[in-house]
């Protein structure tokens, strides 16, 4: 068997070093998150697998950041959108097939009344943020510490990996700006809190209520590794701003169509005001969606708040998500028992080779997303706790799986996805290595140090 290398990979980035900024063109592919020296160039993608430049075979745990839910290269979406874009990609005029995927969501997922689509996750969060301001006359939005909503100004504090000592007390924390560049003032109307506590909130929501528009939360935490809503925290969040005339906004970017067909919400049973939908929707197309309540929605219908995009709803993506929902929706949700049975099956697994081989770490998830935290605790349960995880093991530990062909993001922020053509077989194959990998760690005394 030949040896593993990525040559190609290294030289594609070179030039690519010369062409765009950084060689990539987001944060989360670059040598300052996990991808370094170089991030692996792909060639080709096809199921559950990647290709890279190399020749190179993975599993893919990567899954395009929790997009290709229904696995790479679906060939029924590929067909579908194909077929669609020979009546033109895009007219900026409406057209039919975006009424039925907005009848989907609206059937689907329990706080939809009214939808509006854009391109990214990113910008549907400014327009529910947007629409909790109209709605209320209210100014300050609060934000958890470790949640992610984007990456403008208003929202990109206090992100994944901060310290506790950086983010100072619970109840008086800082907020911690994510890059340079943002405008002096950004955080001025931004209030953030640990996660998953619910004296603070409660606390925070009494001396501030006249003033907070809107709670933003992930309704599972996914951009600190995997952190589950502890029991009643999602409950005491609705309460809280139902009672205080708060708009409670779930940003479901990663959580929808990923925890189920009725998205975390209905999966947890907590209604939201907005939502906020991404990445699965699209089945690895560039499509988002916001929405809720009739009442807040028709500020658009009336238009007293401004909703624009030359690109939102164009025909390649809304028949991108119309292809995804349908094959989700198929069965009654059938695909959503073998996501949680392979995700399942991977965390057991994992937990088990933990136990076996006495590795300090453990596993967090919920059925088709997971991530490893090597740590000392037995349970995240914010980001705080996340930070205090072994960032440098883990990214060591990645990197052999990806050597043995095992590919998942390699950022503690981020976590391992299973898609609907992940098999039986691949859990085995990646068990197995995992299992190499941590024995090979354990048997260096690579598994320990400081976060
Ligand atoms: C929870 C959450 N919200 C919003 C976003 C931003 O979405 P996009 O990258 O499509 O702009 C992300 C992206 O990872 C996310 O995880």
């Not at 006249?210 to 952190?227: F, L, Q």
């Not at 197995?432 to 990998?437: R, S």
Request: a negative charge.
């Amino acid at each position: 068997m030949a040896a593993y290398t990525t040559e190609k990979s290294k030289k594609a980035f070179d030039r690519a070093l010369g062409l765009v900024a950084g060689g990539v063109s987001s944060k989360s592919r670059s040598t300052f998150e996990g991808y370094h020296p170089y991030p692996l160039f792909i060639e080709r993608a096809e199921g559950s697998r990647l290709y890279d430049l190399d020749g190179n075979e993975y599993i893919d745990y990567l899954v395009a950041l929790g997009a290709t839910i229904l696995g790479n290269a679906n060939p029924e979406i590929l067909d579908f959108v194909s077929g669609e874009m020979r009546k033109g990609s895009f007219y900026a005029l409406p057209f039919e097939l975006q009424l039925e995927v907005a009848e989907k969501l609206i059937r689907h997922v329990p706080s939809f009344e009214r939808v509006s689509f854009v391109n990214s996750g990113t910008e549907a969060n400014q327009m529910n943020i947007r629409l909790a301001r109209a709605f209320t006359g209210k100014n300050l939005l609060l934000k958890f510490e470790g949640c992610y909503h984007g990456w403008l100004d208003n929202t990109c504090f206090s992100l994944s990996g901060v310290s506790a000592e950086r983010l100072g007390t619970p109840n008086k924390p800082n907020k911690i700006p994510a890059t340079g560049g943002m405008a002096a003032h950004a955080g001025d109307d931004l209030l953030t809190l640990p996660w998953n506590n619910v004296e603070l909130l409660e606390q925070t929501i009494q001396e501030r209520k006249d003033e907070i528009a809107a709670v933003i939360t992930e309704p599972y935490m996914c951009n600190s590794g995997c952190i589950p809503p502890n029991d009643g925290y999602l409950e005491a969040m609705r309460e809280l701003t139902t009672k205080n005339n708060i708009v409670l906004i779930f940003d479901e970017v990663i959580t929808g169509f990923r925890a189920g067909l009725n998205c975390a919400q209905g999966k947890f049973g907590v209604i939201p005001d907005l939502t906020t939908v991404g990445k699965a929707l699209g089945g690895g197309f560039p499509i988002a969606v916001y929405g809720g309540r009739k009442e807040i929605m028709d500020l658009i219908a009336e238009d007293k708040v401004l909703r624009a995009g030359t690109l939102n709803a164009n025909r390649m993506v809304i028949a991108a998500a119309y292809a995804t929902l349908g094959i989700l929706e198929r069965n009654g949700g059938q695909v959503y028992d073998h996501l949680y049975r392979l995700g399942g099956k991977l965390m057991a697994g994992i937990r088990d080779i933990i136990d076996t081989l006495g590795v300090e770490a453990i596993v967090q998830g919920l059925g088709p997303m997971f991530q490893i935290y090597f740590t000392k605790l037995k349970k995240v349960e914010n980001s705080r706790d996340s930070a205090q995880s072994r960032f440098k093991v883990h990214h060591d530990f990645i990197w052999r799986l990806i050597g043995r062909g095992v590919f998942p993001r390699p950022s503690q922020m981020g976590e391992f996805y299973v898609t609907a053509a992940h098999t039986d077989k691949d859990v085995e194959i990646t068990l197995g290595v995992i299992e190499e990998v941590l024995r090979e760690m354990r048997d260096q005394n690579a598994l320990g140090g400081e976060a």
